[in-house]
């Protein structure tokens, strides 16, 4: 970790944790692929955002199915689901 | 920042979590709290689950969650359920009721077929109202792969490695389905991660049952399977297609309902795809294990009806 | 109003004024008696706890554990072999700071197996976390299910407790206590108010796992806890005589017990039942105007190390009595007592006798001769003692024994 964002947080009685905290821990660092979508051919189906483990993929407020690259791990299932082929991988530049 | 557009303030399991990449556990998570929503208890036994979701002062979780030991988080989810049952009765103040709380256990298969279920027996027989979910992913991955009593007959493991005399694990996967259900079990229903629908759907069935109910779903480890992680959902298809993920719902003992599969694909369009069988291919002897393989699918192809 | 009752029934009793949410409940010689007079209240309406048949003490505790996480009172009991399988939830509810009563009618740990009562089970958790408690007579153990209460689920504690009465010695005697009622304790036992609970319209995470950089500072969190405990336990005992005017060394805030030990110059320290028969021989020994005297600690863990320093100091030789053996090395509690004096510069000698392992009697006998071997050892230094006398093994049946390369 190269930056403690806890390191004057108090422990807490019994080590007890609050709810939704792992959204600091941004895992769109791991990704060697990012997941690209096309919206011309996305048929707005949702397998992308269903079978994401990383719920990293969301249907925006324009209706459109996203990629939250803060999160996304590149695991590549979306592109592998996608039954019209929109998802593209491509090569992270690093 | 996360940019404003994506909305992750509702999500009961979040992003952020340790899990690989592609991890058929952390998609079980989310379809978990999917279907159960917020008034929900999870009890979750040591493992993957735990580790990826809960490093101290982390949470992936967005409902009430415990995590103990190993092999209790049954035990743990029946001793929540019985406080909430006294708190019910006795008007204990400032508590919801215990109708309106879903009490839930999520938990690997080495805590549930192997070490854990002695715990799990006894909240199956005392009538806990429990849903206790088990994602499968056929071996102790948290502690780096080693076979437990799910892991499949010649999957190589980290303590079942193929090798000169070996052909990978050499013991029969364990019925946990059948076990649970000859505790008198009311529902009991397995699942498999490519079909998250079909999943939902029997979480919230379950539910709606009071009394215990066990639920197994088939979740890839593209670590421990050795598959690319994009195959997670085509390989949990493929168990399935196969038929050696049979998928169904048992009701009182008798299967009501199963997935039906047409044109079953041979064992081998599932085995291929990963590293853990890879072996079987090259092996002397390999053959008979895919034999056996392809007998144990035909088997349930006929027991379950599909 | 006095009763006559046996130890397990007084337990009972003080388990059904303290009126648990949940009790889960397993049987094992000779707790089970505690737990089948519970049964019996709960099937006769007496009690409305929740009363879990569980399959195992391993999931009696975690049952209870999982209760106590959603904010419930629980109780359960145990012993031996029990207490072991409960052992490793039982590690992790210190950490989680949940607080649980048990009830320990202390009995040895196999192999061989035995039924009998020592003190091996509940020295054999020393290291969990877990607030122990030791009854020397019936309404002792009673009383000290209602302190463990008020102790355990104390917000600035919440630890588990452990409230231990010798199997079988006192389990199973008839004694003349006062129980006391749910009522009467009203004001001496609050109700349960965590600051956590498993509660869906707040939820929290409980149980999370922690890396090196903050483990240490949680469990020295439970340390620390423990070490408050002692506060506590002096605010209970002495909140308990005002109410219910039994004393249980009021002077040393509750966590020992002296007997005639002001003057003494030889000290017996010793847990639980046994002090009865030694308070009879320091009579005998009184009245011939030899100065002995008995300290008992009412509490094992925190360990009472003030106390114990302020009680001994001024003692020409010690024997620590005790019914267990950390195999390799000496009795538990002589460990601890000489680690207490010595690092205070003490000089003075303490003996260790293991005694009543497995319920072997010890008698009157065997006392004086503690006595007699302790009195010989005055004014020595701790080095004169020797090695070899590290710890003395009370009644040893030396004729039966082995030969050396026969072991």
Known sequence: ?94 | MTEDRFKHDEDLFCSGHRACPGCGAALTSKLVTEATGPQTILSMPTGCMEVTTTPYPESAWGISWIHNIFENSAAVAGGIETAYKSFSKRGKEGYTDKDDVNFVVLAGDGATFDIGIRSLSGMMERGHDVLYICYDNEAYMNTGIQRSGSTPMGAATTTTPAGKQSLGEDIRKKDMPSIAAAHGLEYVATASVAYPEDFKRKVKKALEIEGPKYIQIFAPCPRGWRHESKNTIKIARLAVETGLYPVFEMENGRITNTMKVKDRKPVEEYLKVQGRFKHLFKKEGGDEIIDYLQEVADVNAEKIGF | MAKMLTGYNAVAEAVKACNPDVIPAYPITPQTDIVERISEMVADGELTSEYVKVDSEFNAASTAIGASAAGARVFTATCSQGLKLMSEPLFSASGMRLPLVLAVANRSLSAPLSIWGDHTDTFAERDGGMIQFYAEDVQEAMDNIAIAYRVAEDNEISLPALSCLDGFILTHVQEGVEPFSEEELSGFLPQRDPIYTLDPSNPKTMGAYARPEHWTETRYTVHKAQLKAKDKIADAVEEFADIFGREYGLEHRGLIETYRAEDADVILVALGSICGTIRYIVDEYRKKGEKIGIVRPRVYRPFPVEELNKVLEDAEAIAVIEKDISLGYQGGLAIDIKSAMYSTGSRIPILNFIAGLAGRDVRKDNIRKMVEQTKEVRGKNPEDVGFENEERWDSLRTEILPGDDEL
């Open chain 1, 1 to 94: 970790m190269a930056d403690n964002p806890y390191k004057d947080l108090k422990i807490s009685k019994g080590a007890v944790v609050e709810p939704r905290t792992t959204l600091v821990n941004k895992t769109g660092s791991w990704r060697s692929e990012r997941p690209v979508i096309d919206h011309e051919k996305c048929v707005a189906c949702g397998n992308c955002e269903k079978f994401c483990p990383d719920m990293a993929v969301k249907e925006t407020e324009n209706g459109k199915f996203e990629i939250d690259l803060d999160y996304c791990k590149g695991c590549g299932i979306c592109a592998e689901e996608c039954p019209v082929k929109a998802i593209i991988m491509e090569k992270e530049e690093k």
